[in-house]
């Protein structure tokens, strides 16, 4: 789990430096609002299929540190989805997001998954665990 962390968090960086001077990519729950600004550039473009692995892995990242920073939870790796997965609660309850899928989904589909909306939808879980002993959720 601590590589994992430490690749989410690293590429989570790259992507904040690299788009930092034109965002202020400060890691706050606002700050989703320019990711998804990006977002909605990058949906009116026909990606490559490595082109949209990098986006979704760059772009995830950060949305993940995001979360993490803000709402908690700690990093696992689905075999199932091929991706990591950020669960909060544990043992108490547990409520899990897949920010790599969701950005995916951003790409494609566009506004109807947006980013921002997810996140809180995450942090609104968490605190329903937090509440109740043994509560689950699948944010997606």
Not at 32 to 59: I, T
Not at 71 to 97: H, N, R, T
């Given at each position: 789990?601590g590589?994992l962390?430490?690749?989410?968090?690293?590429?989570?960086?790259?992507?904040?430096e690299?788009?930092g001077?034109?965002?202020?990519?400060?890691y706050?729950?606002?700050?989703?609002?320019?990711?998804?600004?990006?977002?909605?550039?990058?949906?009116?473009y026909?990606?490559g299929?490595q082109e949209?692995?990098?986006?979704?892995?760059?772009?995830?990242?950060?949305?993940?540190e995001?979360?993490?920073?803000?709402v908690?939870?700690?990093?696992y790796?689905d075999?199932k989805?091929?991706?990591?997965?950020?669960?909060?609660?544990?043992?108490?309850f547990?409520v899990?997001?897949?920010?790599w899928k969701k950005?995916?989904?951003?790409l494609?589909n566009g506004?109807?998954?947006?980013?921002?909306?997810y996140?809180?939808?995450?942090?609104?879980q968490?605190?329903?665990?937090k509440r109740?002993?043994?509560?689950?959720?699948?944010?997606?």
């Amino acid at each position: 789990m601590g590589q994992l962390k430490q690749d989410i968090q690293a590429m989570a960086q790259r992507y904040a430096e690299q788009f930092g001077q034109r965002w202020p990519l400060d890691y706050s729950m606002e700050s989703l609002f320019y990711v998804e600004s990006h977002l909605e550039e990058l949906h009116q473009y026909d990606l490559g299929q490595q082109e949209l692995r990098q986006a979704v892995m760059a772009v995830g990242s950060y949305v993940f540190e995001v979360a993490s920073r803000n709402v908690g939870g700690q990093y696992y790796w689905d075999e199932k989805e091929g991706q990591p997965v950020l669960i909060a609660g544990l043992p108490d309850f547990c409520v899990s997001m897949e920010a790599w899928k969701k950005v995916q989904g951003r790409l494609e589909n566009g506004a109807e998954d947006n980013i921002p909306f997810y996140v809180a939808g995450y942090q609104e879980q968490v605190e329903k665990g937090k509440r109740k002993k043994g509560y689950t959720a699948r944010v997606i």
